[in-house]
């Protein structure tokens, strides 16, 4: 009974799934992407009132200047969004895009990232999660995990189950490993190949997001199973960035070859 009531959660979920994403991946999106924008916004502002800015007037030139040369290659919507860029005086290895137009970068990134196109990997990755509309896409997910798990109690009590909160609490768990991290790391994939295409076609060398991923590994010091991850270990990372680098060296090549290539200088 808990499986037919799971199940018809699931193929309302899959109905509802009128989106594609620029990988051509169908999406669920329930939410309109002005309240989102809203929230990304807000959100950006709390957090520069909560954390240090970087006043570094190099590192943010640096920072900025690969930011804006992937956002050039964007589609038409986002490049001609209002971007805002921010650096966070942070050593944490990190970045961010949010949508609404907001960027996030942390200084710790660039100890990791040493070059230019390492930087454009990973900002490439975080505007690709914005362009493929993650966050819609996750609160959207998110929703439809709480109404199965609500049909299943509902119905567990209905029909007097045993160990109804035992019960509950495994539906719970299998709805975070076999749905929820799965859509996360499916995700983190899907950003890694946009983020691959953005910066190739903008002039950053694609074979430098490779490099990127080894020198995480590195600095990770090693990761836990990947079932148990919302995010794919580096070494996957690295096998999907490969498998896709014949169309990003293209892409690479075409650009090289119109010159005037980004002249981004880290300081």
């Known amino acids: 009974m808990l499986k037919k009531l799971l199940t018809t959660a699931v193929c309302a979920l899959l109905i509802a799934s009128c989106a594609e994403s ?3 991946r169908r999406q669920v999106m329930l939410f309109d992407n002005n309240q989102l924008n809203t929230m990304g916004a ?22 900025q200047c690969v930011a804006n040369a992937l956002l050039k290659v964007t589609p038409d919507e986002y490049r001609q969004q209002q971007w805002e860029i921010v650096v966070f005086d942070s050593e944490q290895v990190n970045a961010f895009a949010l949508p609404g ?9 660039l100890k990791v990232a040493e070059t230019p196109a390492q930087l454009a990997a990973v900002v490439g990755h975080e505007i690709g999660h914005v362009m493929a ?11 439809f995990l709480q109404a199965g798990l609500a049909i ?3 119905g567990s009590r209905a029909y007097n189950v045993q160990y109804q909160q035992q019960m509950m609490a495994a539906l719970g768990l299998g709805a975070q490993l076999g749905v929820a991290l799965p859509f ?19 002039g950053f060398n694609p074979e430098d997001a490779v490099a990127l991923w080894r020198n995480m ?15 794919p270990v580096p070494d996957t990372r690295i096998r999907t960035l490969q498998q896709n680098m014949p169309e990003a060296s293209s892409q690479y090549t075409q650009r090289r070859a119109q ?8 300081p």
């Open 184 to 202: 996360s790391r499916t995700h983190e994939t899907e950003a890694d190949i946009i983020g691959l295409d953005l910066m190739a076609k903008a």
């Open 217 to 231: 590994a590195a600095a990770s010091g090693g990761s836990g199973p990947q079932f148990l991850s919302s995010h």
């Open 101 to 109: 137009g907001k960027i996030g970068v942390y200084t710790g990134l």
């Open 22 to 24: 620029p990988t051509g």
């Open 259 to 266: 010159g005037a290539l980004p002249n981004c200088r880290k």
């Open 152 to 154: 299943a109690d509902a």
């Open 42 to 63: 807000q959100t950006f502002e709390q957090m520069k009132a909560d954390e240090k800015i970087s006043s570094n007037k190099a590192i943010n030139t640096y920072v």
């Open 133 to 143: 509309g993650h966050s819609n896409e996750r609160l959207s997910t998110n929703q």
